[in-house]
């Protein structure tokens, strides 16, 4: 339920707005903003709310999280609004709309703050600019809604609902009789004042941006969460229990290089298996084939049934562990979330955890990492390679290259007055071997210098250079540390 109007007064003459200063504006939500105020000799925190079912404005004593991006129409009221005078402040004919007349310099502005469920916003105008009709010229809104013409440049007048259509008042009949809650469930309420009395309710009791129903918002978010972690969890682990018979692959293929001879006559029958004596154990065992092939062949298969179990295995703990850490981080952030008092602060948090992270548009050839800080690229061709050189790097860039291998160029974009750090060095290596010729070995040596130490060789290749001043570096390829980037890559820490 959101403040009626006589609430509102009831709001507004406790506080002293006219003469005070707006010092600073903080948006931590995407539906409440706070003024920090100052004048006669005492400072205040207006909190403006226009989350449905919980529209109000009030003081509050605690502390305003900040958001951790710049937000709109918070940056538009620190250029234009901040350091302004209040010079008046009231509400329109018990509309639920409050006028803030301000003025900074010679600019005057006028702030209308629209506490109407479903239809709350912040509108300010510029009072000298009118049509026709009387309206204001807007500046910024909190919330755009073109439909209602609230948007940059559009006109507002307040609306007024209270009278009849021939501009007389309304019946009384037809008018709602509001009255001041008491808010006598909350504890302790007679030694507050009417505005902590409305900030303690909400906090506690509100259907929207109160602590209770944000607690259970986060609950259910992080039931599902957890579920579907926990399950993706089980399912790496069923697969990596069928890895790990992995060595019964291997043995038979021992088992089909020892009796290869039933191999041939298994195909003349038609037969697509052979049962030999397990010399292991002595019983008897049925192995599958390809007729087609012979023992070397059909051995060969297993033989790479088993490579890949092994391989696999490998790669299954790291998710495994991954999935672990990410499970065990969303448990720590939701008990964060229970220990915390300030529904405010539960909301952005909340707000945080659910926005998507936004790709950022790729503006060169090849491949981008940012690891800690440090930008990587990666050359893939030649003419990436060459592109990458000719256009996106600089003379303080560090280039890695395998040595006598083809393969591609890794840059690392300098940072003034930071040496590379080693942690950096040895993944902008194993991204070099990794996207050369020597993968398959596993290891190799590299080296590197900075861009201003290479020169293009002529009639050679394109993106082909000479280095000079360069500097070994030995490589053997860490695949925990690969998959390390990719992980951190699809979780958004890296871009590629």
Known sequence: MSLNCKEIDAILNELTLEGTFIQQIVQPTFDSIAFYLYGQGESQTLLVCLAPGACRLHTTRKKIPRNDKPLRFMEFLRSKIKGSRINKAAQIEQERIIKLELSHGEDLFNMYIRLWSNAANIIVTNPLE?????????????????????????????????????????????????????????????DLSFNQKVELWYTEHADTLSRASLLQQAEKQFNARSTRLQAAIDKLEAKRKSFLN??????????????????????????????????????????????????????????????????????????????????????????????????????????????????????????????????????????????????????????????????????????????????????????????????????????????????RAKNAPKGTVLPSNEKNLSITLDKERLKRIEIQQKEGTLLI
């Not at 300098?414 to 996207?435: C, E, M, R, T, W």
Request: hydrophobic share 30%; with cysteine.
């Open 130 to 190: 009118t049509n026709e009709k009387g309206e204001e010229r807007i500046l910024d809104v909190f919330f755009r809604r073109p439909k209602k013409n609230e948007i940059t440049d559009g006109f507002y007048k307040p609306e007024i609902r209270q009278t009849a259509g021939n501009g007389k008042t309304a019946p009384q009949s037809n008018q709602k009789t509001f009255e001041v809650r008491g808010f006598e469930e909350l504890e302790n309420s007679a």
């Open 246 to 455: 992995a060595e019964q692959w291997k043995h038979q293929g021992d088992l089909l290089l020892t009796y290869g001879y039933l191999i041939e006559k298994a195909a003349g029958e038609g037969k697509n298996f052979i049962e030999c004596e397990d010399y292991d154990t002595g019983s008897t065992v049925k192995i599958f084939i390809d007729p087609k092939k012979k023992a070397q062949g059909n051995a060969q298969l297993f033989y790479e049934r088993y490579k890949k179990a092994v391989s696999g295995l490998e790669e299954l703990e790291y998710d495994i562990k991954a999935s672990k850490s990410e499970l065990a981080k969303l448990q720590a952030d939701y008990e964060q979330l229970l220990a915390e008092k300030d529904p405010l602060v539960i909301q952005q948090k909340m707000h945080k955890q659910n926005t998507p992270r936004q790709k950022i548009e790729k503006k060169h050839p090849g491949l981008d990492f940012t690891i800690n800080g440090w930008h990587i690229l990666v050359g893939r061709t030649a003419s990436e390679n060459d592109e990458l050189l000719r256009h996106h790097v600089k003379g303080q860039d560090w280039w890695l290259h395998a040595r006598d291998w083809p393969g591609g160029y890794v840059f690392i974009k300098n940072q003034n007055g930071k040496s590379v750090p080693l942690d950096i060095l040895l993944d902008a290596g194993n991204l070099a071997l990794f996207y050369s010729k020597g993968r398959k070995d596993g290891k190799g040596d590299l080296y590197y210098t900075q861009v201003k130490h290479l020169r």
